[in-house]
């Protein structure tokens, strides 16, 4: 029987198949799995045998030791929260139709049934639908029992619950008129093509949370085109806060709020089934844009229609901008260089001589509250320019700046992990990975907007650096 070194054909497969960047549990999972499965047969006569209509039971039970199936429902719910009022409200009252909402790696279907809550509550349309996929088959014949636990439900308000389910014996179930709005469907997000909203025209709204923490990062950014072009314009993708874009595809603008931020496709722009853009491997493409960045405003009452504030680019700004309501800075240029835009005063005068040089460390500054102040407003800074192409270079001089001021900013670290590793530095991505894990496991990471989950951040983080330190060990 072949030993866990042999396996790598197969675990490249099962890779490209599901777009999983592998962990070192998911190998050892998967190794095990293995070994039990293939019965005598070489890794490549195994191999063939799974790329055969015959090995389908294999491949999805071998599918099954890789993919995560906890969820609740109500799951993040300060970002549902802002998603009703900044999103839904507004859509529910600009639509006046039948809304079509995608759940996208669903698993056991919490979500399907926290969205068809939010749908009623939010007096959507009663044709309204939602749609729930998912790679395993297995998870999704769970889903359409409608049945959860009392540890699933604590997150629903208590009001919500005993309006829309109902006791049946240790669990509680769904209400039968909102089943009846909501369809399963088996579907590989590495696979085309994608499911079509009912009556064509894409999705209104597109959820896909947690799943693509555990993608390759070409996996992650084919995933995110392909989503995107199955919105309708108009159309919101809904990404979890562990899942940021650092450049935001051309396709979408940032639509931010005080808790949460999402993506949505402008209206008349690219249809649903236009050709998608490829980016080269492990690159996020975004489009050439006069703005570099968005320079961040203090904090202010918001306008009185905050609620139905959506991205829309100014008159004469580039399509890459993002929400209307900052203002967009000057291109920033090389230091030195005409027209070059320094940070604002305050960061400027704080940041240590290395960081203002863009250089790759920075000074520890005491963590003050102004110091806090100061790191939020960079890393606020970098989320905004996520949406204009802002340069690489840029990005790691604001999170490591960012860092000076706040060394135990988990969030920022994370990015800055995430940043280096779209820059094949892998090494140095491995060591912010571990650096935020370590200040989330002591308790020493605060909260910020956006990264309000430290428990979903503390994963993430894991994660990748297992996936990365696999990876190099494997060299």
């Given at each position: 029987m072949a030993g866990g070194a042999q396996w790598s054909e197969v675990r490249a497969f099962l890779t490209a198949h599901t777009g999983m960047a592998l962990s070192v549990p998911q190998i050892r999972r998967l190794d095990e799995r293995l070994v039990a499965r293939s019965q005598g047969l070489t890794p490549h006569q195994y191999l063939m045998f799974l790329r055969s209509p015959a090995g389908t039971t294999d491949l999805e039970d071998l599918v099954a030791a890789l993919v995560v199936n906890k969820t609740d429902l109500f799951r993040d719910d300060l970002q549902l929260a802002a998603f009703r009022s900044q999103v839904l409200t507004p859509l529910v009252a600009r639509r006046r139709r039948p809304l079509r909402v995608w759940s996208a790696g669903c698993?056991?279907?919490?979500?399907?049934?926290?969205?068809?809550?939010?749908?009623?509550?939010?007096?959507?349309?009663?044709?309204?639908?939602?749609?729930?996929?998912?790679?395993s088959g297995e998870?999704?014949?769970?889903?359409?029992?409608?049945?959860?636990?009392r540890e699933q439900l604590n997150r629903v308000p208590p009001e919500l619950r005993s309006r829309y389910f109902t006791r049946s014996g240790a669990k509680e179930s769904l209400s039968p008129a909102l089943r009846e709005r909501a369809s399963f469907q088996c579907h590989n997000l590495m696979a085309r093509p994608y499911p079509e909203a009912p009556g064509g025209g894409g999705f209104d709204v597109i959820f896909c949370r947690n799943v693509l923490i555990y993608f390759t990062a070409e996996a992650f950014q084919r995933t995110v085109e392909a989503l995107a072009a199955s919105l309708a314009p108009g159309g919101t993708l809904v990404l979890s806060a562990s899942e940021p874009?650092?450049?935001?595809?051309?396709?979408?603008?940032?639509?931010?709020?005080?808790?949460?931020?999402?993506?949505?496709?402008?209206?008349?722009?690219?249809?649903?089934?236009?050709?998608?853009?490829?980016?080269?491997?492990?690159?996020?493409?975004?489009?050439?844009?006069?703005?570099?960045?968005?320079?961040?405003?203090?904090?202010?009452?918001?306008?009185?229609?905050?609620?139905?504030?959506?991205?829309?680019p100014r008159r004469g700004a580039s399509k890459a901008s993002a929400a209307a309501d900052f203002p967009v800075r000057p291109k920033e240029a090389a230091p030195g260089a005409p027209g070059a835009v320094a940070a604002p005063p305050s960061v400027a005068s704080k940041a240590s001589p290395a960081a203002e040089k863009g250089g790759l460390s920075a000074t520890p500054q005491p963590t003050t509250p102004d110091a806090f102040l100061e790191a939020d407003l960079l890393f606020a800074c970098v989320l905004d320019g996520a949406a204009s192409g802002v340069?690489?270079?840029?990005?790691?001089?604001?999170?490591?700046?960012?860092?000076?001021?706040?060394?135990?900013?988990?969030?920022?670290?994370?990015?800055?992990?995430?940043?280096?590793?779209?820059?094949?530095?892998?090494?140095?991505?491995?060591?912010?990975?571990?650096?935020?894990?370590?200040?989330?496991?002591?308790?020493?990471?605060?909260?910020?907007?956006?990264?309000?989950?430290?428990?979903?951040?503390?994963?993430?983080?894991?994660?990748?650096?297992?996936r990365l330190e696999s990876s190099r060990r494997k060299r």
């Amino acid at each position: 029987m072949a030993g866990g070194a042999q396996w790598s054909e197969v675990r490249a497969f099962l890779t490209a198949h599901t777009g999983m960047a592998l962990s070192v549990p998911q190998i050892r999972r998967l190794d095990e799995r293995l070994v039990a499965r293939s019965q005598g047969l070489t890794p490549h006569q195994y191999l063939m045998f799974l790329r055969s209509p015959a090995g389908t039971t294999d491949l999805e039970d071998l599918v099954a030791a890789l993919v995560v199936n906890k969820t609740d429902l109500f799951r993040d719910d300060l970002q549902l929260a802002a998603f009703r009022s900044q999103v839904l409200t507004p859509l529910v009252a600009r639509r006046r139709r039948p809304l079509r909402v995608w759940s996208a790696g669903c698993a056991t279907g919490e979500e399907v049934a926290t969205l068809l809550v939010l749908l009623a509550e939010a007096g959507a349309d009663p044709g309204s639908t939602v749609l729930g996929t998912d790679i395993s088959g297995e998870v999704l014949n769970r889903a359409r029992w409608w049945s959860y636990s009392r540890e699933q439900l604590n997150r629903v308000p208590p009001e919500l619950r005993s309006r829309y389910f109902t006791r049946s014996g240790a669990k509680e179930s769904l209400s039968p008129a909102l089943r009846e709005r909501a369809s399963f469907q088996c579907h590989n997000l590495m696979a085309r093509p994608y499911p079509e909203a009912p009556g064509g025209g894409g999705f209104d709204v597109i959820f896909c949370r947690n799943v693509l923490i555990y993608f390759t990062a070409e996996a992650f950014q084919r995933t995110v085109e392909a989503l995107a072009a199955s919105l309708a314009p108009g159309g919101t993708l809904v990404l979890s806060a562990s899942e940021p874009l650092l450049q935001v595809p051309p396709s979408l603008r940032v639509h931010r709020g005080e808790q949460a931020f999402f993506y949505v496709r402008p209206e008349g722009e690219t249809p649903p089934d236009a050709p998608l853009a490829v980016a080269a491997p492990g690159r996020v493409a975004s489009k050439p844009s006069p703005a570099a960045g968005f320079s961040v405003r203090p904090k202010e009452a918001p306008p009185p229609d905050a609620s139905v504030m959506v991205s829309v680019p100014r008159r004469g700004a580039s399509k890459a901008s993002a929400a209307a309501d900052f203002p967009v800075r000057p291109k920033e240029a090389a230091p030195g260089a005409p027209g070059a835009v320094a940070a604002p005063p305050s960061v400027a005068s704080k940041a240590s001589p290395a960081a203002e040089k863009g250089g790759l460390s920075a000074t520890p500054q005491p963590t003050t509250p102004d110091a806090f102040l100061e790191a939020d407003l960079l890393f606020a800074c970098v989320l905004d320019g996520a949406a204009s192409g802002v340069p690489d270079s840029v990005s790691e001089r604001d999170l490591r700046r960012c860092l000076s001021f706040d060394p135990d900013h988990a969030a920022a670290r994370y990015l800055l992990g995430l940043l280096l590793e779209q820059c094949r530095r892998a090494a140095e991505a491995t060591g912010e990975y571990r650096r935020a894990l370590q200040s989330l496991e002591a308790g020493r990471a605060r909260p910020v907007p956006f990264f309000l989950n430290p428990d979903r951040l503390r994963i993430a983080c894991a994660h990748a650096a297992e996936r990365l330190e696999s990876s190099r060990r494997k060299r």
